[in-house]
């Protein structure tokens, strides 16, 4: 894997894990369904452009 995809790769996940602390402060706080709804899309985006880019580089 090319340094400038791993760099794209860890950064890709950096965020996914930023989304996940993200929603466990809304589980902690507040009630927000909508709030939730929203976290859990955009880390099932982040979790889908990871996936992909590992499957462009083959390694899976």
Known sequence: MEE????????????ALA???SMEQV??????KEILKE???TLS???QELENLLKTEGIL
């Not at 400038?4 to 965020?15: C, P, R, S």
């Not at 589980?27 to 927000?32: L, P, R, T, Y």
């Open 4 to 15: 400038i995809k791993l760099k794209l790769a860890q950064q890709e996940v950096d965020e």
């Open 27 to 32: 589980i902690d706080g507040e009630n927000s």
């Open 45 to 47: 985006q982040k979790v």
């Open 39 to 41: 976290k859990f899309f």
């Open 19 to 21: 989304t996940v602390e």
